[in-house]
């Protein structure tokens, strides 16, 4: 994508299609040397250069290095990150870190962190290492495109290929309980959205100033035009809405909200009110009104449907704040003490509930498939763990455990007011197949959907 518009915070970016307000980010010069001495002591090298691995690096500063990432994800066939070490890294090689993602709003790069935020001065004090990537329009999501799929991957990068390349190439503690995720505008809907997502990847998600509800229609026009900045025809990330609500729905923070019960969440928003003292670069009054019209309600829907469900969350409504870099720049250092706190103290999740509309998924070493003649729909669990689960579907599921039990060894699955015996593989899991009735043939929120879900209880006897 060689076209790029100036860089504009968060959703800013998205109206100015219409406005044609510009401004341009601050540019940063590239160090040759190694400042910190870290390239031997904290770098290790990738044994195999399939991809994503690690085409190029250089520093930026003492403790930024950027990485240029090959990946299929992009069209580009490669992707920027930059990742900003603590301090103390050099002097403690037998030190393990945890690790913060750090995602951009709309139009954002990866150097977005570092310079518009200052993120080395606001974690100079923060034990964990941050990384940034690119994130352009994309809303961090693996886009439709009309229905052709493909690049851009933006979920499928950072969940799947950004975390285990970091992992590999730094010294991290490499477990969910040292991960977290944040971002601003658009990156804190990426940030609950992969978060809600992915809730056994991180301990902690954090939305500053998000656009986290993509029911609210404001915002919704924003996220559908968002792709124009690409120079992509609109609604390519999810698709139309009239026919393609399912999928909206199914990257929605608000809708996916039950499944970050024992993510360490924290929402954040301005009220679109300038504080001159505090908000003292110019701005215009689209940034106030963003925030006033879009994140502020939005931010709101958010943290009710979180207290409706009884989840616990830090939630903060600022008395001042347009969608500014002195607001984002305030929220971001408010969150780290959060952040800092779920991985000293991280909520152990012996059971859990989730929701998805992928046709095939894992969560918490669980794998499910739904029935391949079943229309795009949710499929939720509820009360997942050692003894058992419930379903609410619609088709033939296929359910695979994680290694619970002794290999080899029956186990008895009773499903509704049926009993079957069921061997355990050699690695100790269980398959079998939970029947939710006739699978639907009406996607999920379109005319002929209105179908009722089947829901089944299965109990595990070994």
Known sequence: MPF????????????????????????????????????????????????????????????????????????????????????????????????????????????????????????????????????????????????????????????????????????????????????ESMGGYGALMIGARHPDRFAAAVSIMGAVDTNFPTGALAHSISPLIDLAPPDSVYGPRATQEVRWRGHNPLDLAPNLRGVAVQIRTGNGVLDPAREQDPVTPAFCAVEAGIIQPESTNMHRRMTQLGIEHTWRAYDWGCHSPAAAQQQISDSLPGILRAFENPTPRSSFDYRSIQPRFEIGGWRFGADPLRALEFLDLHGVGRSGLALTGSGSTTVRTPAYFLPGSTVIVEVGDTRRAVTADPQGRLQFTVRLGTPHHAQQFTPGADQPMVTKRVVFHP
């Open 4 to 183: 790029r518009l100036p860089r504009l915070p968060g959703l800013l970016a998205t109206l100015t299609l219409l406005a044609g307000v510009a401004a341009s980010g601050p540019i940063s010069s590239v160090m040759s040397a190694d400042p910190a001495g870290l390239t031997a002591p904290s770098l290790r090298t990738v044994a195999h250069q399939s991809e994503p691995h690690i085409v190029s690096r250089e520093w930026l500063t003492e403790r930024t290095m950027r990485l240029t990432v090959a990946t299929s994800s992009f069209g580009t066939g490669t992707a920027p990150v930059e990742v900003t070490l603590p301090r103390g890294y050099a002097e403690h090689p037998d030190r393990r870190w945890p690790v913060t993602y750090y995602l951009a709003g709309t139009n954002g790069d990866e150097t977005w962190f570092r310079t518009a935020y200052r993120g080395e001065e606001l974690t100079e004090d923060f034990p964990a290492i941050v990384v940034s990537p690119e994130g352009n329009a994309g809303y961090w999501s693996d886009w439709f495109n009309q229905g052709s799929f493909g690049p851009p991957r933006y979920e499928t990068f950072v969940t799947r290929e950004l975390i285990p390349l970091i992992d590999q190439t730094f010294r991290t503690l490499p477990r969910r309980s040292q991960r977290a995720v944040m971002g």
